[in-house]
């Protein structure tokens, strides 16, 4: 799989128009999300895509960070022709073992149902939920 696959950050590679129609087709989190949101919040993230040997992408993530105290993943995804092929399992595995997020308090994200998945690389819920807040604007 490892050799069939590889892992980018370069932006100019990343396939917007595949990364946007499932964040605002597909995903549960991000319906109809205009291209220029997907586009800007990318350009305030590090983004990670995931290529065949064909150059075609076939998942992608983003991750908000200070490399200091915080790091935030988003938008994960894989192309459901190509679920079931540990994609998903090599993207996060390499986020979470990047050498520059190694002295990162923590790497938080939410999901509504995939917390067995990212339980595999030591996420877990959040200890003390009463001392985190969140002030929405929608």
């Not at 894989?78 to 190694?102: A, F, S, T």
Request: proline share 3%; charged share 25%.
């Amino acid at each position: 799989m490892g050799e069939d696959f590889y892992i980018a950050t370069e932006r100019g590679k990343m396939d917007i128009p595949f990364i946007h129609n499932y964040l605002s087709e597909t995903s549960y989190w991000a319906k109809g999300r205009t291209v220029e949101s997907v586009l800007k919040s990318m350009e305030n993230s590090l983004c990670f895509g995931v290529f065949n040997k064909k150059d075609q992408q076939v998942a992608f993530a983003r991750l908000v960070t200070d490399y200091v105290v915080f790091a935030w993943l988003m938008d994960v995804f894989v192309n459901p022709d190509y679920e079931g092929q540990g994609i998903g399992k090599m993207l996060v595995r390499h986020i979470v073992q990047l050498p520059e997020l190694r002295n990162v308090n923590g790497i938080g994200l939410r999901t509504n149902d995939a917390h067995g998945f990212y339980e595999k690389f030591g996420f877990e819920k959040i200890s003390e939920p009463q001392t985190w807040m969140l002030r929405k604007n929608k």
